[in-house]
């Protein structure tokens, strides 16, 4: 370790590390990502599940490539007229141009006469922006020509693809010019040097360009692709954990400046001292995001995949990149606020000195206060929260397809926009569908297509697509066709495809943070070597992250007016808080351990939080803002994300970290670090026991 630290920042040396960068970092380019079209987030079933065994079984079917685009004509709740019914059929005829057999069936009127429904077959695209293309040929054709005040939408799965794929575009360029400002100002705020936040800026966006490209490829070694939603959200994780374990290292350069003639030799003790702290949160970070490739669902193991790898190279540039970048400028790189060799570290008698005496004085008071906000928090929020949004639920703006189906769900049934697919065996097909229309929640069932050996039966629901309603339809129609003997009937579309997704999230959320806890314990026990120091602090990170998700969802309920939480948000708010949590937990208490063999529990804990307490809150105050973010895009469930993790940021920077897990230390005493002994000096004094505290 001493021998690799002094190489990475020695004179002669570091200019070696920065060769090497730059020479990797220009073949990595070179190879690129292999990735040459945008793609929206997919569904990401196994293929043990009932509806994505349908959707393979309809890849046998005569029309397997073909998708439909439903458009809705419609005059805003008025019935429509004759002429718009013939204008409408007029119409069709253009829109047979775009269809999969050059023939459009005539317009369906609603019973109320209020809306005409036109199914347009279409071939299958994967290409997002030819879909997109199509689409809007599509809305051009239909609304040319009507007659004043009649209106066409497109809805229905072709619509509902293009709309999801229209927030997607060019997203990442939006979230990385959004993050690169947000994170440019906190920087140059933090640093209050007009060229400082420049080296750390530039090393973290070369490392979140080339996390882009290793993570893609790695992704795709492992047959999994990456939507962009998922390479947004690595983005915003590369910046906010590269920003994080640069603001510790550039602290701690830093205070060694003061102790330390040469620069080199001060950034050589800085990353012994910061190092351990990085590689260790750092590592957390990665086995958490890694314990996603249990899951079911493909976009979270993608997620897990692509994000570990984002962080191991953040990591790598921080601890490698980053101090060989530091070291090429004197001193003077932090002007106007130069660390002169000799001069005094006022972080020991400052705010945060001042904060950790006060606190060490009442520290049961300290830690009931701080329960009681946490736990106050989780108990106005948390047991009134909603999971399971609704595709026409999960914009922030409402996109057309949403308006579609909103009409369409007011004029014909409220399923005829998402109808349910039954897939059985041919010969009882008929039997199949006499059985569907007896079950409770089905408004009607029709045989479709064949291919002698299967038929798809299109059964048509009288609740609402995806509500819990239309669940429980599903769920009936399942257990009644799995009654029809020799029909072998699976249940598919887009209803029973949410519901099989909402299980199988539940069913990854109940596996992955049981997992993401017992990694965490297990990282603190290795690196602090106790056991009461990792159960304290994995109980303040569970506290933080219960905190910040009931005081979210008062939030989205109140001012923001969202329906529900969807349904990955609670385990990627979890997987985040946790992981980037424990960051703060070992910053600190690693730097309380170092410090206690020289000053004691009580000394060594007020020192490490007067030495990191304001590179917590910089770190915690930057990344909360890196997560916010998110909601720069019309997608309510990456905002949802952003806000929780915003929240449960601040919480633990500006209370946790650097209030209440203090309070707990100083209460515990030594046994903080049980069973490890921390040697304490024998003129250093103790903290009162906690009863005589409470007696005063």
């Not at 701080?370 to 922030?396: C, D, E, R, S």
């Amino acid at each position: 370790m001493h021998r690799l630290t002094t190489f990475i920042t020695a004179k002669k040396t570091s200019w070696i590390i920065l060769l090497i960068a730059v020479a990797v970092s220009a073949a990595v380019f070179a190879l690129g990502s292999g990735s040459s079209s945008e793609t929206s987030p997919g569904v990401g079933l196994p293929d043990s599940a009932e509806s994505a065994r349908v959707a393979a079984l309809q890849e046998d079917l005569p029309a397997a490539d073909s998708t439909s685009a439903l458009l809705v004509f419609s005059r805003d709740g008025d019935e429509v007229t004759d002429d718009d019914i013939a204008a409408v059929t007029a119409t069709t005829e253009a829109l047979a141009v775009e269809s999969v057999d050059g023939f459009v069936p005539p317009p369906t009127v609603s019973e109320d006469g209020t809306a005409a429904l036109v199914v347009v077959p279409l071939t299958s695209l994967a290409d997002v922006t030819a879909q997109a293309e199509r689409a809007a040929e599509l809305r051009t054709i239909a609304n040319d020509d009507l007659p004043n005040g009649l209106e066409a939408l497109l809805t229905g799965p072709e619509g509902f693809a293009v709309d999801v794929a229209a927030v997607f575009k060019g997203a990442d360029f939006t979230l990385l010019l959004t993050t690169v400002l947000v994170v440019a100002v906190l920087l140059l705020i933090t640093y209050r040097s007009p060229w400082l936040w420049l080296v750390p800026l530039a090393v973290v966006g070369l490392a979140d360009a080339l996390a882009g490209i290793v993570a893609t490829r790695i992704a795709a070694a492992a047959g999994i692709e990456l939507d962009a939603s998922i390479t947004g959200i690595l983005s915003v994780l590369v910046f906010g954990a590269g920003t994080n374990y640069a603001l510790l290292l550039i602290a701690r350069y830093r205070d060694e400046l003061r102790l330390v003639a040469d620069r080199h030799q001060a950034m050589a003790q800085a990353l012994r001292g910061a190092g351990p702290a990085i590689i260790a949160s750092g590592s957390t970070v990665v086995l958490s995001l890694l314990t996603l490739l249990f899951a079911q669902l493909t976009g979270n193991r993608a997620l897990g995949l692509a994000c570990a790898a984002g962080v191991v190279v953040a990591m790598l540039f921080a601890l490698f990149v980053l101090p060989a970048a530091l070291v090429l400028f004197g001193r003077g790189l932090f002007w106007p606020y130069v660390p002169h060799f000799g001069s005094e570290n006022k972080a020991h008698s400052g705010l945060w000195f001042k904060l950790g005496t006060a606190v060490s004085r009442r520290p049961v008071a300290v830690a009931i206060i701080g329960a009681l906000l946490l736990g106050g928090l989780a108990f106005a929020g948390v047991p009134q929260i909603k999971v399971g949004l609704a595709q026409t639920q999960k914009f922030t703006s409402v996109p057309e397809a949403v308006v579609g189906q909103q009409v369409i769900a007011d004029a014909f049934s409220a399923g005829s926009g998402s109808p349910v697919v039954v897939v059985a065996n041919a010969a009882s097909a008929d039997d199949v569908a006499a059985a569907a229309e007896t079950s409770d929640g089905v408004d009607s069932a029709t045989v479709g297509e064949s291919n002698g050996e299967i038929t798809q039966i299109n059964v048509v629901l009288d609740a609402a697509a995806e509500t819990p309603e239309s669940f429980d339809a599903i769920t009936r129609l399942r257990s009644t066709l799995s009654d029809v003997d020799g029909a072998d009937a699976l249940v598919g579309g887009l209803d029973a495809q949410t519901l099989d997704v909402n299980e199988a999230q539940q069913s990854d959320q109940d596996l992955v943070i049981p997992l993401i806890l017992a990694l965490v314990f297990i990282v603190l026990v290795l690196l602090l070597r106790s056991i009461v120091a990792p159960l304290l602090l994995l109980l303040t990170v569970v506290a933080s992250f219960f905190g910040s998700l009931g005081a979210s969802w008062l939030l989205f309920e109140s001012v923001f007016g969202f329906p529900a939480i969807d349904t990955n948000v609670i385990l990627f708010s979890f997987l985040f808080l946790v992981a980037l949590g424990v960051d703060y937990n070992i910053f600190l208490v690693t730097r309380a351990k170092e410090e206690a063999a020289k000053h004691g529990t009580r000394g060594g804990m007020i020192r490490a939080l007067s030495s990191t307490g304001g590179v917590i809150t910089s770190a915690g105050i930057l990344l909360a803002a890196v997560f916010a973010v998110l909601g720069v895009l019309p997608l309510i469930t990456l905002t949802q994300i952003g806000i929780i993790v915003c929240i449960g940021v601040l919480l633990d920077s500006l209370l946790v970290r650097t209030v209440l897990v203090p309070a707990l230390a100083f209460i515990a005493g030594e046994k903080f670090w049980w069973p490890t002994r921390v040697h304490t000096p024998a003129h250093v004094a103790e903290p009162e026991p906690a009863a005589e505290v409470l007696a005063k």
